[in-house]
C-alpha cells in the first residue's frame, strides 16, 4: 500500500479445486517467505496456528512478509496484510466474505492492532498480544529488567521514550482504537506468560466487552508465552478450529462461545 514490492506464501487447501470458493486464513510475524521450502509437521497448536492442520480442513493460508517502518509497527501490519490480502483477492477461488487473522507474540499484538484498522476480516485470534504499549513499557520481564530497551531498540522499533514520543506509543496500542473494531476476535493469554503480562490480554478483553463487540478470551493455568502441555495445545487448537469454522464455514457455534461471561 506504501508502493513498496513485497512477498508471501500461499498454502492451498488439500485437495484444492481451482473452480470452488475457499476461506483464508492470514498468517504473520516479520517476514515468513523464508518458509517456503521448510516441512512443517502437522501437529496442535501452542499458540500459533499449524498450517497443515488448516489447509487439511479446507482452509487457504496466507502469510505475508511484514517490512516496517520506524514508529508504525501497527501500520507496518496493516499496510503489508491489506495489501496482500487485496492482492490475492484478484483470484476467483478466495471467498472475499470469509478471511480470517490469526498471529501469535508480536504477531499476537498485530493481529489486535489489524482489527482496528479494517472491517474486511470475519474472525481473528490474537495469541498472547500485547494491546497497550503504556502499561507494556512500563513493566517489568521475567528476569527484572525492563522492557523499555524492546521498545526504543528492539522488535516494536519506536523512535524515542515513552516521555520524548507520547503519541507513538497511544496511536500503536489497539486498545485505544477498540471502537473501531467489527471483527469478532478470541484472545489467548496467560497468567503464567513471562514476556505478555497477562493483564495485556485483560484490558482488550475488558475494553472490547465494555464497547459491546464480541470477544473471547481463553486462558491456560500452568502454561506460559506458548503452550507446553499436550493437553492444552490440543484444547486451544479444537477452540480455535472451532472459532474459525464458526465465522469463516457458517458451523454452529460451539457451547463454550455461546455460554460468554455477559450471559
Known amino acids: 500500500m506504501n508502493g513498496s514490492i513485497s512477498q508471501g506464501i500461499l498454502y492451498k487447501a488439500e485437495n484444492f479445486d481451482p473452480d470452488k470458493k475457499y476461506p483464508l486464513i492470514v498468517n504473520y510475524y516479520e517476514k515468513l517467505s523464508i518458509n517456503l521450502n ?11 496456528i499449524n498450517v497443515p492442520w488448516l489447509v487439511s480442513n479446507g482452509y487457504l493460508v496466507f502469510t505475508p512478509d511484514i517490512h516496517y517502518l520506524p514508529g508504525e509497527p501497527g501500520e507496518s501490519a496493516c499496510n503489508a496484510v491489506i495489501s496482500g490480502v487485496k492482492e490475492l483477492l484478484k483470484m476467483p477461488f478466495i471467498d472475499k466474505t470469509k478471511i480470517g487473522l490469526e498471529g501469535h507474540s508480536f504477531g499476537g499484538y498485530e493481529t489486535n492492532y489489524l482489527v482496528t484498522g479494517s472491517g474486511m476480516f470475519a474472525a481473528a485470534c490474537a495469541g498472547a498480544g500485547v494491546s497497550n504499549f503504556i502499561t507494556h513499557y512500563g513493566s517489568i520481564m521475567r528476569d527484572g529488567n525492563s522492557r523499555q530497551s524492546t521498545y526504543e531498540k528492539g522488535q516494536l522499533r519506536l523512535d524515542g521514550s515513552l516521555w520524548q514520543a507520547p503519541e507513538e506509543y497511544i496511536k500503536n496500542s489497539p ?26 490480554g485483560v484490558e482488550m478483553l475488558t475494553a472490547l466487552r465494555r464497547s459491546g463487540k464480541k470477544a473471547w478470551m481463553l486462558q491456560y493455568d500452568g502454561e506460559d508465552h506458548s503452550l507446553g502441555d499436550e493437553k492444552a495445545a490440543m484444547d486451544f487448537t479444537i477452540r480455535l478450529t472451532q472459532f474459525f469454522d464458526h465465522y469463516l464455514k457458517d458451523a454452529r457455534a460451539p457451547e463454550w462461545m455461546q455460554d460468554s461471561i455477559n450471559n
Open 38 to 48: 521448510v516441512f512443517i509437521p502437522p501437529a496442535a497448536a501452542t499458540g500459533n
Open 175 to 200: 486498545v485505544f482504537k477498540v471502537n473501531n473494531i467489527t471483527t469478532p476476535i478470541l484472545l489467548m493469554n496467560n497468567k503464567g506468560d513471562g514476556s505478555v503480562p497477562f493483564d495485556q
